[in-house]
């Protein structure tokens, strides 16, 4: 073996990059930890501390993607429910997003959400923050524009997978449960539901943002959207929205917020609190029907800033049960660009990878040729009688070419130098 090989040495990078995630990942297994009060509690968290510690060596089915989001490099990982050439198109898609620190590929691991993507039949997203934090505050505008980011990754999704834009899901973990919540401000007619854990929702003060969210929440142009906000009462990072346990209106914040538009309710009715064990309890806000959407917060009682699969082992299932019950309506379908579908020409590029200029092989006459970026943005199209497209001047990267002939659409992916 050589080690000194670009092979061995981009993979000992990915190793170590998925040991940091998981080292993260275990601080905040320590931080819920110290909040447990049993031996019995005490002795199920270092059980699962234990069984995380091996994840770093562990094989991963998770596929890294990295795209250009205005003007930024940008990384994800998506879980494929199956392999890509036995996918079907108009699947759904669960959006994860990690807290401050952590990386997509660690909350993948640690939420168990990946683990369900064969099961449920969804795509799973796992984004990495920019500089390791959200830009969360609603109307934020920096370091990186986040929200054009998730688009972005939805556009990527569509133009490859040809997803279900009516059944895109968000949920996330402290900071990244922020950006869900500023997801449901801004991104309400993306987004057909939210699972926020342990997290809150605020507005940017440069931008007024608060201001803006107290004006939608109260407007006619409010959209419903469902919310499963999970929280450990005793969180000493992010406050538990309901302290004093007990009805109190325009107290629970920020689900009253959304109760209240949604379903005419300033709080919870006592009657609608149901014990799911003895120490988590649901309280529901909305329930579907008549219009509404069901907006609920899951109680860890005793717990804190953590991931809550110890008192809540079936967290993970919850989440995505609780998602992929609703869905909008009029999103526009994704069209003929994803990989998956089945070729109706066939062609080859050559070179591929390639520099300047880029000679399309057919038997067939061609009638259309397009250049697109990953996440479906068009670049630019060539000549279809030319039979070849020039690149020069395009930034190297990965992009979609697709050429059209009388018999149909075919597409492939050109790596430019």
């Excluded at 995380?52 to 060596?57: E, R, T």
């Amino acid at each position: 073996m050589n080690c000194n090989s670009i092979e061995i040495k981009m993979f000992i990078i990915k190793l170590l990059d998925l040991f940091y995630s998981v080292v993260c990942d275990l601080f905040l297994l320590l931080d819920e930890y110290n909040t447990l009060k049993t031996k019995s509690m005490k002795s199920k968290i270092a059980t699962l501390i234990l069984l995380l510690l091996p994840v770093c060596c562990s094989a991963q089915s998770l596929e890294e993607v990295d795209i250009v989001s205005d003007g930024l490099s940008r990384k994800f990982w998506v879980q494929l429910p199956d392999d890509p050439g036995n996918l079907n198109d108009n699947l759904p898609v669960i959006i994860v997003l990690h807290g401050d620190g952590g990386t997509g590929s660690g909350i993948a691991s640690y939420s168990g959400i990946a683990n369900l993507a064969a099961t449920h039949n969804f795509i799973g997203v796992f984004p990495n923050a920019y500089t390791g934090g959200w830009n969360r505050a609603v109307l934020g505008d920096s370091p990186a524009d986040d929200l054009l980011f998730m688009q972005d990754i939805i556009n990527y999704l569509c133009v490859n997978y040809s997803i279900n834009r009516n059944r895109v899901y968000a949920t996330g973990h402290s900071a990244g449960g922020f950006l869900a919540y500023r997801m449901a401000i801004e991104m309400a007619d993306q987004i057909a539901a939210i699972a926020p854990v342990a997290a809150s929702m605020y507005g940017d003060a440069g931008n007024n943002g608060d201001t803006y969210i107290n004006n939608y929440l109260g407007s006619s142009g409010f959209i419903k959207i469902p919310i499963l906000h999970i929280h450990g009462d005793n969180d000493n990072t992010v406050a538990y929205p309901d302290p004093n346990h007990q009805p109190d209106a325009w107290s629970e914040y920020p689900l009253t917020g959304f109760s209240y538009p949604t379903c005419g309710e300033n709080t919870y009715n006592p009657a609608n609190v149901t014990d799911i064990n003895g120490s988590v309890k649901k309280i529901m806000f909305c329930s579907t029907g008549m219009n509404a959407k069901e907006i609920s917060l899951i109680r860890i009682v005793g717990g804190g800033h953590g991931w809550p699969s110890v008192q809540l082992p079936d967290v993970a299932t919850r989440i995505v049960q609780f998602l992929m019950a609703f869905e909008l309506e009029g999103q526009p379908v994704c069209q003929g660009l994803g990989l998956n579908s089945t070729n109706a020409t066939s062609f080859k590029l050559v070179p591929n990878p390639a520099k300047d200029v880029v000679h399309i092989q057919t038997d067939e006459p061609l009638t259309s040729v397009r250049l697109y970026e990953p996440t479906g943005k068009w670049v630019k199209d060539a000549d279809p009688h030319s039979g070849m497209l020039s690149i020069v001047g395009l930034n190297a990267g990965v992009y979609l070419l697709m050429v059209e002939t009388e018999t149909g659409t075919s597409i492939q992916k050109l790596v430019k130098e």
